[in-house]
């Protein structure tokens, strides 16, 4: 079997020893500008400070699962085609609008307005 080690109270450990930072030397502002135009030269295209592209929130959050007869899903992306719409979400809701309107709904005209507006 093995023997377990363990510490005693005489038993020291330095622990400056191990907390040490790298003795690595941080680059100077000459060896940055020397490693930037070999990379230049190179047309190496730099990870850093690259900004990300900001996209515009889409104002489709809320996902509602519905089951649709066989053939629906391609009819729909059909529809969005013929008509221009940008996207299948945006041609249901100018069908839910062309509904409200043919059955003179009103007072749901309104809340389809402001639904839109924000």
């Given at each position: 079997?093995?023997?377990?080690?363990?510490?005693?109270?005489?038993?020291?450990?330095d622990l400056e020893e191990l907390t040490k930072?790298?003795?690595?030397?941080?680059?100077?502002?000459?060896?940055?500008?020397?490693?930037?135009?070999?990379?230049?030269?190179?047309?190496?295209?730099?990870?850093?400070?690259?900004?990300?592209?900001?996209?515009?929130?889409?104002?489709?959050?809320?996902?509602k699962n519905i089951k649709m007869r066989i053939?629906?899903?391609?009819?729909?992306?059909?529809?969005?085609?013929?008509?221009?719409?940008?996207?299948?979400?945006?041609?249901?809701?100018?069908?839910?609008?062309?509904?409200?309107?043919?059955?003179?709904?009103?007072?749901?005209?309104?809340?389809?307005?402001?639904?839109?507006?924000?």
């Amino acid at each position: 079997m093995r023997e377990t080690k363990s510490f005693t109270e005489d038993d020291s450990i330095d622990l400056e020893e191990l907390t040490k930072a790298s003795s690595k030397p941080k680059p100077t502002e000459h060896d940055i500008d020397v490693v930037m135009a070999v990379a230049q030269k190179s047309s190496f295209s730099s990870r850093g400070d690259n900004k990300r592209k900001v996209r515009k929130r889409s104002p489709y959050v809320i996902q509602k699962n519905i089951k649709m007869r066989i053939g629906m899903p391609e009819l729909l992306a059909d529809v969005t085609t013929a008509v221009g719409s940008g996207s299948d979400q945006e041609t249901l809701e100018r069908a839910i609008l062309a509904l409200i309107e043919k059955e003179n709904l009103d007072d749901i005209k309104v809340t389809y307005q402001k639904l839109i507006a924000s």
